[in-house]
């Protein structure tokens, strides 16, 4: 067949030579055993845009637990130690490109198939790249997110074992509508795949289905695959059908049942989406609570990202999201409307209702909200508190600082129980740069206080409500009016 694949944006060396090792006794070159040692590469399917879903956006770009679809899927083949991951892509390739590499980086390389023409030809586009490789090729989908490691390893392992030249994962379902039926002989010997708009009466009664998750000797599917033809109902390059070629080779083909129907299950539909994410989180919650000792009050109710960790005895209240990376020390209680992404959370913190804390540090004994808001590194030490109505924008408050009410700290140091006052502004921006703000301990800012950066407050100093400090204040200092000018000093 000639496929209309345009080359390779990324070459990664995967050809894989037999493993040759010199025999110390005689000196004579062995080669291994190869197909015990064979590398692995793995083929991801992404081109296509999944009409179903009804979007603009790539299917494959959806997200799941707050990750792309592609990244969950090259993130499992990752883990298998794959020599590469090649990326079949297409439609908004240029993103799918991108999620695919921030997930596995180099690991992932990527070719494109410009018109959908079946999966045949998605295969085809990666002849150049893998069909001198002496390796086996595991195929996937990238619209099947929750296939696990174990399973594609127990494929890999069977298809190593017998020595097929295809194998072949299926399932059987209450319900095979839709789907490639394996048809075996009356010895139950496998013959060949038939997609649903081929089969006849008889062979849509089939309920073992293909999966669509291959193993193969990579040579022998780049040979089959040039005798594909587009003889079907779709007009389409069917990689099915390589495993019928495969087999009049001589060659053997295997198939392994596997019995988790919706492991292997695609996403097609937003619906199915919403299903996998509700289940992603159930699973999620259900772990806290068996193996970490986490409370929930409303586990129905809870948003909780499969990565993140909470300890022992941390209470979450319903209607709270955390997501990505987050850790949550021991003792804690999240209350209702949080959302926390991607932070880290010490022992004994309140989260008080509908505060957002996104890429920030909290230590132990804190508290912080409601409607407290902390992002681009904030760092609360211990017993800092930060109250109602506050936003904390890379900055730090130093141990037992507290901003209690209506206050902006951006690009800000708070020093060890500095207090600062209600509707107190770091001025941070002059329209071009951002400049810092460093309150050094013990400082007491009053209400209203603007603070114009670059600027730096002395310790033990106060400033009268409603002050604006343009410059430097020394320490043990009181400074008063606007601009605020020193008044007294304290000591
Ligand atoms: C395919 C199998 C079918 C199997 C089913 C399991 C074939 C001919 N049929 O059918 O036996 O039961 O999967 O889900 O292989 N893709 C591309 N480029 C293409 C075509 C597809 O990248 O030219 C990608 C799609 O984006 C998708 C995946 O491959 O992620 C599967 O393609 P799809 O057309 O959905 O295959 P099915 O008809 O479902
Ligand atoms: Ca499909």
């Not at 089969?199 to 040579?219: D, L, P």
């Amino acid at each position: 067949m000639n496929s209309l694949c345009v080359s390779v944006s990324l070459w990664l060396s995967v050809q894989g030579q037999p493993q040759r090792h010199r025999d110390t006794e005689d000196g004579d070159f062995l080669t291994k055993n190869t197909t015990q040692t064979k590398p692995l590469n793995v083929l991801v399917m992404a081109a296509g845009l999944g009409t179903r879903m009804k979007s603009k956006r790539a299917k494959v770009l959806h997200e799941l637990g707050g990750r792309p679809l592609i990244a969950h899927v090259v993130r499992t083949a990752q883990s298998l130690d794959p020599q590469s991951i090649v990326v079949v892509v297409g439609y908004q390739a240029e993103e799918v490109e991108k999620a695919a590499l921030a997930e596995v980086g180099a690991l992932a390389s990527f070719v494109h198939q410009t018109e959908q023409r079946g999966t045949g030809d998605a295969m085809e586009c990666a002849r150049s790249l893998l069909e001198n490789s002496d390796s086996l090729l595991l195929s996937i989908y990238g619209d099947t997110p929750m296939i696990r490691a174990e399973t594609m390893r127990k494929l890999i392992e069977h298809h190593r074992s017998t020595g097929a030249a295809c194998s072949i994962l299926s399932v059987r379902l209450e319900n095979p509508t839709g789907y490639g039926r394996i048809i075996r002989d009356e010895h139950g010997q496998f013959q060949r795949i038939v997609e649903q708009k081929d089969a006849t009466e008889e062979e849509r009664k089939v309920r073992e289905i293909n999966s669509g998750i291959y193993c193969f000797e990579t040579k022998d599917l780049f040979d089959a695959l040039k005798r594909v033809e587009p003889k079907n109902e779709q007009g389409e390059y069917y990689l099915t059908d390589v495993a019928e070629i495969i087999l009049q080779t001589g060659r053997k083909v295997e198939v392994f049942v596997h019995t988790d129907a919706r492991e292997l299950s695609g996403i097609n539909t937003r619906a199915e989406l919403a299903e996998f994410e509700n289940l992603i989180r159930r699973n999620a919650v259900r772990r806290l609570m068996l193996e970490a000792g986490v409370t929930f009050i409303d586990p129905s109710h809870a948003y909780i990202s499969p990565e993140a960790e909470i300890g022992r005895d941390t209470v979450i209240y319903p209607n709270v999201a955390i997501e990505g990376n987050t850790v949550i020390g021991e003792n804690c209680v999240i209350r209702s409307g949080v959302r926390i992404s991607n932070s880290k959370l010490g022992d004994n913190v309140t989260v008080k209702d509908h505060s957002l804390i996104v890429d920030s540090e909290i230590a132990s004994n804190c508290s912080v909200g409601p409607f407290a808001h902390l992002r681009m590194n904030a760092v609360l030490e211990e017993k800092a508190t930060v109250g109602n109505f506050v936003e904390v924008k890379k900055s730090r408050l130093k141990r037992g600082a507290k901003a209690m009410h209506l206050t902006y700290l951006g690009d800000a140091t708070i020093g060890e129980r500095t207090n600062i006052g209600a509707g107190t502004v770091t001025c941070n921006y002059d329209g071009t740069h951002k400049h810092e703000t460093i309150i050094e301990d013990d400082v007491k800012i009053g209400s209203d206080t603007m603070l114009v950066a670059p600027v730096r407050v002395g310790s033990r100093s106060v400033t009268g409500a409603g002050s604006v400090v343009t410059k430097d204040v020394p320490p043990d200092s009181l400074v008063a009016g606007v601009p605020a000018e020193v008044k007294k000093k304290l000591r």
